[in-house]
């Protein structure tokens, strides 16, 4: 018998996906079945009981073991699903009299706070393809430019700059300098898309402004017409329909511009209808907040009723609007979502994602909503609003500070001192299980997975020679939504945000041939297997050099080897169930059954086996009897 190890990752496992609930969007009042497994080297187990906290007071229940497959036993309950966001974790009592706990950070041998607990939530669920997705950013003035620009007249802001020229990423033609990609140039390159695999295209804003960022709108009722207006954009998104792609945009909740249009009127102007959208600072509405004290940015004020019916609520809101015909738009990804609402001492971020996701539901139920929340972003994605997370600490963060050079002192996520840090393949294990251990399971599915995106320095930037393939492939494996920004699959670099926003250089298309086919076929590797859109996960190794996990399901389980360096390790003989038969990579697996499972490969590297899903009888019904303590 092995000796169990806090932390050891063979250990008892729960992850909240179908191998082991029930019925993962369940309705108030409903009673769902979840299990646990537990390894046999583990020791001897007595008893099992699930531990809920419905209204704060808590409830155990009764699991019983219900099969025993490849050295695992599996152990049910039944639970009663009895708030919107229902808390669970597992009491295990040991041969040996010790108590354990397990939550969504691990095995415990010490009670665990309610927060890491599992959770079920009964709100209405992401629409069904959204965790199939592959997602693609694209910055529009950045990315292609159509013949028909030529012939639109510019506006006093712009600095116009040719398609070659560098970008300016310091200073304050940072904002202004304008390249002139348009709607028709992303349409007249879907093919490029399409042969990647990406399926969802995530657009920055795309309203007129004073901005070739655009997130200083100054209306929200059309599109801009340097991008070709409000007929290219229903062309574009009938044009990526028509390729089975979705397209969602990009609102900035948060502010506006100071030229919109409700600020314009309200400016100076005490009194008007629009005074109550903002936060002024004197009697005069001369001067306001902000974001992050930016003048061009006034940032709306939320209690405001009239900001709602326009912005948010109902059928002839901005949020609506644009998800009718004749535009279809497949969602929003909602811009420092983190900050919406929150303002000294009010907070009106709930209610504001609440009603952005009604008004979605009664205009097109079929919608993704995500939020932008940059840093540990639990605590608002519980599932009421929000159906995924744009943030970096849970995957973007560990995996830079796993596979950069030593060249660090780069801006870094806004941190002080712009220094990556140096993380261990177990640092990473750690810092992702920290801050994924908040989200839902369900909300965890349809996180960002992204490697970089406008606002940071492309990872080529600093990455290790070698280490895209190992990057990329984590990033289309791990539980949530792949992320491509447009350039990475050009090999494209950038020192910040400003200056990852670099041109496509599609002159360069035969150049990047290489690196393009590795993007598609790692694209392929996740769409093609259904499991690693919707599987559970299992950690079975975290070493300085070399991650090793599992994507499990009913029909198939992908085993997964992510090293910076060469690596051999042996997996216990039950770690895995079968013989692994290569999907993608370098890497060699033997299976013995004397000593287990054999891995070696050269780094870095990425590898990706299949093999056998989990088979396992069906769900007891219902009828387990609540102890109550």
């Given at each position: 018998m092995a000796t169990f190890v806090p932390g050891s990752l063979l250990e008892p496992h729960h992850d909240g996906s179908p191998l082991f609930v029930s019925n993962p969007a369940p309705v108030l009042g409903e009673h769902v079945r979840v299990r646990i497994r537990i390894p046999h080297e583990f020791g001897p187990v007595t008893a099992v009981r699930t531990r809920s906290n419905p209204n704060r007071e808590p409830r155990f229940a009764v699991a019983s073991l219900v099969t025993t497959v490849?050295?695992?036993?599996?152990?049910?309950?039944?639970?009663?699903?009895?708030?919107?966001?229902?808390?669970?974790?597992?009491?295990?009592?040991?041969?040996?009299?010790?108590?354990?706990?397990?939550?969504?950070?691990?095995?415990?041998?010490?009670?665990?706070?309610?927060?890491?607990?599992?959770?079920?939530?009964?709100?209405?669920?992401?629409?069904?393809?959204?965790?199939?997705?592959?997602?693609?950013q694209i910055f529009p003035d950045r990315f292609a430019r159509s013949e028909q620009a030529d012939g639109r007249p510019l506006p006093d802001w712009v600095e116009p700059a040719e398609w070659s020229d560098p970008v300016t990423h310091i200073g304050a033609s940072t904002a202004t300098q304008f390249y002139g990609g348009d709607l028709l140039g992303i349409?007249?390159?879907?093919?490029?898309?399409?042969?990647?695999?990406?399926?969802?295209?995530?657009?920055?804003?795309?309203?007129?402004?004073?901005?070739?960022?655009?997130?200083?709108?100054?209306?929200?009722?059309?599109?801009?017409?340097l991008l070709g207006g409000d007929a290219a954009y229903v062309s574009l998104i009938e044009a990526a329909h028509a390729r089975g792609m979705r397209v969602i945009g990009d609102?900035?909740?948060?502010?506006?511009?100071?030229?919109?249009?409700?600020?314009?009127?309200?400016?100076?102007?005490?009194?008007?209808p629009e005074s109550a959208f903002y936060y002024w600072l004197d009697r005069e509405q001369e001067t306001y907040v902000s974001w992050l004290g930016v003048p061009s940015l006034p940032k709306f004020n939320w209690n405001s009723e009239e900001l709602r019916y326009r912005f948010i609520q109902g059928e002839n809101?901005?949020?609506?609007?644009?998800?009718?015909?004749?535009?279809?738009?497949?969602?929003?990804?909602?811009?420092?979502?983190?900050m919406t609402g929150r303002y000294l001492d009010e907070d009106l971020n709930g209610d504001v994602r609440r009603v952005i996701r009604a008004t979605m539901i009664d205009v097109n139920p079929d919608t993704i909503l995500l939020g932008e929340s940059t840093n540990d972003a639990a605590s608002d994605f519980q599932g009421d609003a929000w159906h995924g997370a744009m943030t970096y600490t849970n995957f973007t963060r560990p995996i830079w500070?796993?596979?950069?050079?030593?060249?660090?002192?780069?801006?870094?996520?806004?941190?002080?001192?712009?220094?990556?840090?140096?993380?261990?393949?177990?640092?990473?294990?750690?810092?992702?299980?920290?801050?994924?251990?908040?989200?839902?399971?369900?909300?965890?599915?349809?996180?960002?997975?992204?490697?970089?995106?406008?606002?940071?320095?492309?990872?080529?930037?600093h990455a290790a020679p070698g280490t895209v393939p190992v990057a990329l492939g984590l990033s289309v494996t791990m539980?949530?939504?792949?992320?491509?920004?447009?350039?990475d699959e050009f090999g494209l670099v950038g020192d910040d945000g400003e200056h990852s926003r670099t041109p496509i250089p599609w002159d360069q298309l035969d150049a990047a041939s290489d690196r393009i086919a590795l993007y598609s076929t790692l694209i392929h590797l996740r769409r093609d297997h259904e499991v690693l859109n919707t599987g559970g996960v299992r950690w079975l190794h975290a070493s300085d050099d070399v991650l090793v996990y599992v994507r499990e399901s009913a029909a198939e389980s992908i085993l997964l080897v992510a090293a910076r360096d060469d690596y051999e390790l042996t997996l216990a003989?039950?770690?895995?169930?079968?013989?692994?038969?290569?999907?993608?990579?370098?890497?060699?697996?033997?299976?013995?059954?004397?000593?287990?499972?054999?891995?070696?490969?050269?780094?870095?590297?990425f590898t990706a086996w299949s093999m056998p899903g989990v088979t396992l009888p069906p769900f007891s019904p219902e009828g387990t009897v609540l102890e109550l303590e």
């Open positions: 490849d050295g695992w036993d599996w152990w049910e309950a039944e639970i009663e699903v009895e708030n919107p966001v229902h808390g669970y974790r597992f009491l295990v009592k040991m041969g040996d009299g010790r108590n354990l706990w397990v939550n969504r950070t691990g095995v415990h041998t010490v009670e665990t706070l309610d927060t890491e607990d599992f959770k079920l939530i009964t709100y209405a669920p992401p629409p069904e393809w959204s965790s199939s997705s592959v997602m693609y349409e007249e390159h879907l093919d490029h898309l399409q042969q990647l695999g990406v399926n969802l295209v995530y657009l920055t804003p795309v309203f007129p402004a004073r901005s070739n960022h655009r997130y200083d709108a100054l209306s929200f009722a059309e599109i801009d017409p609102l900035t909740s948060n502010h506006s511009g100071d030229a919109h249009e409700w600020f314009t009127a309200s400016h100076r102007h005490p009194g008007t809101s901005v949020v609506a609007k644009w998800l009718k015909p004749p535009y279809n738009l497949d969602g929003w990804r909602i811009d420092v979502a983190n500070g796993w596979l950069s050079t030593g060249q660090r002192d780069s801006s870094y996520f806004g941190l002080p001192f712009g220094t990556i840090p140096s993380y261990s393949g177990g640092e990473v294990f750690e810092a992702h299980t920290r801050f994924a251990a908040g989200f839902p399971w369900r909300v965890r599915l349809h996180n960002m997975n992204a490697l970089d995106t406008h606002d940071t320095p492309r990872f080529l930037t539980p949530g939504i792949p992320v491509i920004f447009a350039g003989a039950n770690a895995v169930a079968g013989v692994p038969s290569l999907l993608f990579g370098p890497g060699e697996a033997e299976f013995d059954p004397a000593i287990g499972l054999v891995l070696r490969g050269s780094g870095p590297s």
